[in-house]
């Protein structure tokens, strides 16, 4: 019976372990990359835009120096669907991608896009994700598009609109979680553990 109670409480320790060992990824650093669909003159990419880090900002309808006309750090799409082709300096197995939409309920125009495509350079690989617009409204909406499982070094981000306006301020892509080093020497010590308590009780 004590054999039963060890091999249960070890073999349970064991796959907790092992279920914890899945939950590390990293930031995949673009490259580069360019417009498949530019964006509007009104709202153009200064430089580096998706990709400089600032990502929460104000949106039209949540801060009263927000208004149509002005120039916030936004890629924004006037009445037409935009596209954006990701480079990287090598093949990467990508586990998921974070876009950052403006969520202005139509404040100004500007609104959630109805769906967004993740697809590599020959579309032989396509995930579109239909978005939902939460209840209420916010500043900007991280709309994370996960299980890719895919290895390129170029992934394309397109959406269908929803609204007037689309706009953008930063895009992220991570890898597929692998197994971290910590939870690795959990799983090799609850291994080593079991295999002792077996020959101890024998």
């Known amino acids: 019976m004590k054999i039963n109670w060890y091999q249960t409480l070890l073999t349970t320790s064991f796959f907790t372990s092992l279920s914890l060992a899945t939950t590390a990824s990293a930031a995949i650093l673009v490259d580069s990359y360019s417009y498949g669909v530019s964006p509007t003159s009104s709202y153009p990419d200064s430089g580096g835009e998706l990709t400089d880090g600032v990502a929460d900002?104000?949106?039209?309808?949540?801060?009263?120096?927000i208004r149509s006309g002005d120039t916030p750090p936004f890629v924004g799409w006037l009445?037409?669907?935009?596209?954006?082709?990701?480079?990287f300096d090598?093949?990467?197995t990508f586990g998921s991608v974070t876009i950052w939409v403006a969520d202005s309920d139509n404040a100004a125009g500007v609104g959630l896009p109805n769906t967004i495509t993740v697809s590599?350079?020959?579309s032989s690989f396509t995930k579109t994700t239909t978005v939902t617009n939460p209840a209420g409204s916010g500043y900007m909406l991280?709309?994370?598009i996960d299980n890719l499982n895919v290895t390129t070094d170029e992934l394309h981000v397109s959406f269908t609109r929803n609204h007037q306006w689309t706009m953008l301020t930063e895009v992220?892509?991570?890898?597929?979680?692998e197994p971290s080093s910590s939870c690795l020497?959990?799983?090799g010590l609850t291994t080593l553990t079991l295999h002792r308590r077996r020959k101890t009780l024998r």
Do not use: K
């Open 185 to 187: 020497l959990g799983i």
């Open 172 to 177: 992220t892509f991570a890898s597929v979680p």
């Open 142 to 144: 991280p709309v994370t």
């Open 120 to 122: 590599d350079a020959n």
């Open 57 to 65: 900002v104000p949106t039209w309808g949540h801060d009263t120096t």
């Open 90 to 92: 090598q093949d990467y």
């Open 79 to 87: 009445n037409t669907n935009g596209s954006i082709e990701f480079f």
